[in-house]
């Protein structure tokens, strides 16, 4: 594992300075409030029309129009600056309340009345159907008061947690373990491209990739977002050249492909994901697809598929699918992957480890002033704090749940897999999580201690893994950015963010009732969403649940024995790392309608493009794909405001 080709080329792109500078100053304030209040709004358009946000092309249009402006004010940004912009943009893009928007929509859907579900949702995540908000499409009523408030705390704590554990298990895996985290430099290489074009010289390498990216998305996002924008709002329905989110397929192919959801997803952005992505994790999953493109005539023509019948389209295929099998061989196939990085985590700590533990201790606690480090102690004091403020608020909205299994969760269960994690992350590019362990606990607390309802399937838990933040911390320091601006620059985001947020959320859901045709992902998924969201939520409720009827041992068994022994043919053949995960993965894909364009970019990025430019072609791809989403997000942004801008004026009286 440690010797793994693919995964030496991913850590020896990047290295870290020897300098560190602090990137907050009053260009970080003008910035966030630029993001909060014109990027924000276009990311949560994108997000309800194309299911993706704007995602890193509000980071890349900030930075750009930050760092033309600074050149005709004679001035310049430097690359810590242009870090803490990226970071603050990320931030804001969370946009936390537009998640009121699902919860109206949950209350009210067809998936809650379907399963009885309706009258159990609490009033504290949104109120009942009847209230006068869904009417005025409002949330700026005393209905809301509740939710609004607590959606305010959870924000506040969860960013201040995110200087707590993830920063001590950084400091451990990273300081002491020496590990290499392979994936961080992919997402530090675009930020340095930026920073390449703020400086006099515009020749280097960087800033002509990420250019030639921005075009092909400002062409591509014409077509694909801007087009059915602009047409919706003067005719009865918009012009799609491509069809969101794929073109379906399910029927044309039912009779030689049962019970298969069959499409292709034409968004362009696939193609360089597929780039980017570790070759062998692409071509795993499909592997992985074809698997299943095999499997499931076999196991409907067997009775195992029994819920599907023709005429269904993706949506229903998935879930009627899932239902009858593959919850939970997906549970299985999820056991088989945590338990193989598991393997792999408790492998490598005799490599590790070769010190005493006197030394481990004296590089833990050593700090580097110049990086920013602040003392251990203070992140695990926030760490400590933050799990039992999570604790105390669960118990009060839920009074009837076993504080034992808060206490465990935090204190317990979230320390291990967080470290399992942030070590595969920083060995292997790879995150690790046990499924069904939150899920698994709450039945049991309703089946053997007497817990009825569905509150604390929407309570704030402290059930987390912060291996993944690990490897944002890496990031920091490749960009040789100081820890204490991020600090700076978390608070100074939280205000603007939930401010923000709020506003544009009421905005949105005032020009149209989402879900609808206006909003063509929401409309087509999220029926989809809530029914797997309720399904699973039933399980705590008093007599027979639709998600005991979904839940079969025997196949979970077969899910977890199937994905160890892929893994141990696939490791005995000594084949790459990224593919035995990627086919172990694959094997559970549930609408694969994306991997064609993936498994494409793949081909051409390892066939074509590494041949021509060479070991240089590992750091191009990442600022291209980095070039490509900021000219999307350029259109979203044209398209968001010529829309907003279009209906609200149907509303103005003349």
Request: proline share 5%.
């Amino acid at each position: 594992m440690q010797e793994d080709r693919e995964l030496q080329e991913y850590r020896d792109l990047l290295s870290p300075p020897d300098k560190f500078e602090d990137g907050f100053g009053w260009k970080s304030i003008i910035g966030a409030i630029f993001i909060g209040f014109l990027m924000m709004p276009g990311s949560m358009y994108l997000g309800l029309v194309v299911g993706t946000g704007i995602g890193p092309a509000a980071r890349w249009v900030t930075i750009i129009l930050f760092a033309e402006i600074a050149k005709r004010a004679y001035t310049k940004l430097s690359q810590q600056e242009i870090f803490v912009l990226y970071y603050m943009a990320g931030a804001a893009l969370a946009s936390p309340f537009s998640g009121l928007l699902w919860n109206q929509y949950l209350i009210q859907s067809e998936a809650a009345r379907m399963l009885g579900l309706t009258q159990h949702i609490p009033a504290w995540i949104a109120p009942p159907p009847g209230s006068e908000s869904f009417t005025d499409r409002t949330f700026f009523h005393r209905d809301w008061l509740i939710p609004i408030l607590l959606m305010v705390g959870f924000e506040i704590i969860s960013a201040v947690d995110h200087f707590g554990l993830s920063y001590a298990l950084y400091r451990l895996t990273s300081d002491v373990e020496k590990l290499p985290f392979p994936m961080a430099p992919v997402g530090a290489l675009g930020n340095m491209a930026l920073a390449e074009s703020t400086r006099k010289e515009e020749s280097g390498w960087k800033w002509r990739v990420f250019s030639i990216g921005g075009m092909i998305g400002l062409s591509f996002g014409a077509l694909y977002v801007l087009l059915p924008a602009a047409s919706a709002t003067v005719l009865s329905e918009p012009i799609r050249l491509f069809p969101i989110p794929w073109i379906e397929l399910t029927n044309v192919t039912e009779d030689v492909l049962p019970a298969v959801a069959t499409g292709i997803q034409l968004d362009l952005g696939l193609l360089f994901v597929g780039m980017v992505l570790p070759f062998w994790a692409v071509i795993g999953g499909g592997i992985g697809f074809i698997v299943t493109l095999i499997a499931n005539p076999i196991l409907y023509s067997y009775g195992i598929l029994h819920r599907w019948h023709k005429g269904m389209g993706t949506v229903d295929t998935v879930f009627a699918n899932s239902f009858d099998f593959y919850m939970s061989f997906g549970i299985g196939l999820g056991l088989a992957i945590a338990a193989i990085g598991i393997f792999h985590v408790f492998r490598s700590f005799r490599q590790t480890y070769q010190g005493s533990l006197k030394e481990r201790f004296e590089v833990l606690f050593r700090h580097n002033p110049g990086r920013g480090d602040f003392s251990i102690w203070i992140a695990i004091g926030i760490y400590v704090c933050s799990t039992t403020t999570y604790i105390v608020l669960s118990s009060l909205l839920v009074p009837g749940f076993p504080w034992i299994f808060l206490v465990a969760y935090g204190f317990v269960y979230t320390p291990v897999i967080s470290y399992v994690s942030a070590r595969m992350e920083g060995i292997a590019g790879q995150f690790v999580s046990l499924p069904m362990v939150r899920e698994a606990s709450f039945i049991a607390a309703s089946r053997f201690f007497g817990y009825t309802g569905i509150g604390i399937w929407y309570a704030p838990i402290p059930i987390h893994n912060y291996g993944k933040s690990t490897v944002r911390w890496r990031e920091i320091e490749l960009t040789g950015t100081s820890f204490r601006s991020i600090i700076k620059a978390e608070i100074l985001v939280i205000p603007i963010v939930l401010v923000a947020s709020l506003l544009f959320s009421q905005y949105i859901w005032r020009l149209a009732p989402i879900p609808s045709n206006q909003y063509p992902y929401a409309q087509e998924l999220w029926h989809l969403q809530a029914l797997n969201t309720l399904l699973l939520q039933s399980a705590t409720l008093e007599g027979s649940s639709p998600f005991f009827q979904a839940l079969n041992v025997q196949y979970m068994g077969w899910g977890m024995g199937l994905g160890l022994l892929t893994y141990g043919v696939l490791a005995w053949f000594k084949l790459p790392i990224m593919l035995i995960y990627g086919v172990t993965r694959g094997l559970g894909q549930s609408t694969p309608h994306g991997i064609f364009l993936e498994i494409v970019g793949a081909l051409l990025g390892r066939y074509y493009f590494k041949k021509k430019y060479g070991l240089a072609w590992g750091q191009y791809a990442p600022v291209l794909l980095a070039g490509f989403s900021c000219g999307m997000g350029l259109m979203g942004m044209l398209a968001m405001g010529f829309s907003l801008i279009m209906r609200s004026l149907g509303h103005i009286a003349y």
